[in-house]
């Protein structure tokens, strides 16, 4: 049961310091998504919300229009702390209708999903020169994924959108994250996505939040033979393990000829 409430903002855009992104556009507070690992789940802090991360969802109504002029050569990104196609946005349209602004402009506008919801807006997207759409997955095998992510779309449903984006000429690019430590098989992402991009980024699991227990639980109760090595991770900050796996990942997409980045690192694996 998600509470959906509706409210007014004076405005939509937000200066970011994520990677690659100059500004992020959030269209609504709050993700259905649910993911476990959801290190958006801080925004309950600055919105007053009680419900457990995952059951609401604020509406955000704007009605001044973006300063599109003011952007020009500015990357926005979709979005930061909700999925931007979450399912409310079937009902809702507030991330179309957002974009709808950018359609012939020269900002370069980047949207990250779980939601097989993106097609619906590939017509639009053919409308904005500088678009690419992301495809996150860490897994392939939709029982983890049911568990992990519990309302996003399915992995065969992500795999069909990439492909439906891919055909209809629109630039896409997959982000394997989280990647978590012995579960994540990136060669066998990489492997299902390639015939649909070209370009791959990375990034490791940080368990730094409220989730870090929710996390940790999931593992003692669905690969208890992992928590040998996310004790020697999480606990005492041991970061061999990516160290080796960034070497791999990047020995893998030099030899396949992959476009491809790694945001590994960008916060402590342990808090201190
Ligand atoms: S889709 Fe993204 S924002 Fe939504 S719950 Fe999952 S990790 Fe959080």
Known sequence: M???????????????????????????VGCPHKCI????????????????????IDVKQCSRKINIERLKNATVNFSSVTDAYNPFEKKFKKTRELLEQFAGSEVKIEILTKSDLVIRD???FKKIPHIRIGISMNT???????????RASSIKKRLDALKTLHE??????VFLSPIFPGITDFKAIIHACKP??????????????AYRARVMKYIADYHAGLLPLYKEIYQRGD??????MEKEIHAFCKK??????????????RKK
């Open 2 to 28: 998600v509470t959906v409430n509706e409210i007014e903002v004076k405005g939509i855009l937000t200066k970011t310091k994520i990677p690659a992104a100059d500004y992020v556009i959030n269209p609504y």
């Open 37 to 56: 690992y959801c290190y958006a789940e801080f925004m309950k802090r600055f919105t007053n919300h009680h419900e457990p991360w995952g059951d609401f």
């Open 122 to 124: 590939i017509d639009l």
């Open 140 to 150: 392939l095998d939709d029982a983890i994924r049911k568990i992990t992510e519990p």
């Open 168 to 173: 209809q000429k629109i630039k896409t690019w």
């Open 196 to 209: 649909y991009t070209g370009a791959f980024y990375f990034e490791n699991l940080n368990l730094r939040g």
């Open 239 to 244: 970061i061999g393990y990516w160290e080796e």
């Open 256 to 269: 396949n000829k992959l476009n491809y980045g790694s945001y590994f690192y960008h916060e402590k694996i």
